[in-house]
């Protein structure tokens, strides 16, 4: 059975830093995302990383701030945050899925229960 275990989530003000970490059990070597959605808006994909490591991806939204790396001994991915902003506050979600493509599309197979990220100003 999957299951998507993240953590790191928290109140930071704005200029902060969090880091984010998933750690799936049940699958390895997948590519790996992270999505976001704040109240009223629609899930917005972020960044994913492929199994190697080697492809990443990052929305406008986030590109320079963000970081996603993962460590395939420890089957853990991370999402470094920094220079965070009030309008990074979402419930931020863990993903996976065998193609890094279909997660750069906004698709997964696998998802995370959230960890909300509060930045305020």
């Known amino acids: 059975q999957v299951r998507m275990v993240e953590s790191g989530g928290g109140s930071v003000q704005a200029g902060g830093s969090l880091r984010l970490t998933c750690a799936p059990s049940g699958l390895s070597l997948y590519a790996m995302g992270w999505f976001r959605q704040a109240p009223g808006k629609e899930r917005e994909g972020i960044s994913c990383?492929?199994?190697?490591?080697?492809?990443?991806y990052y929305s406008d939204s986030v590109k320079g701030r963000f970081t996603i790396s993962r460590d395939n001994a420890k089957n853990t991915v991370y999402l470094q945050m920094n220079s965070l902003k009030p309008e990074d506050t979402a419930m931020y979600y863990c993903?996976?899925?065998?193609?890094?493509?279909?997660?750069?599309?906004?698709?997964?197979?696998?998802w995370g229960q959230g960890t909300q990220v509060t930045v305020s100003s």
């Open positions: 993903a996976a899925d065998t193609t890094w493509a279909t997660l750069v599309a906004g698709r997964a197979g696998y």
């Open positions: 990383i492929d199994f190697s490591g080697a492809q990443t």
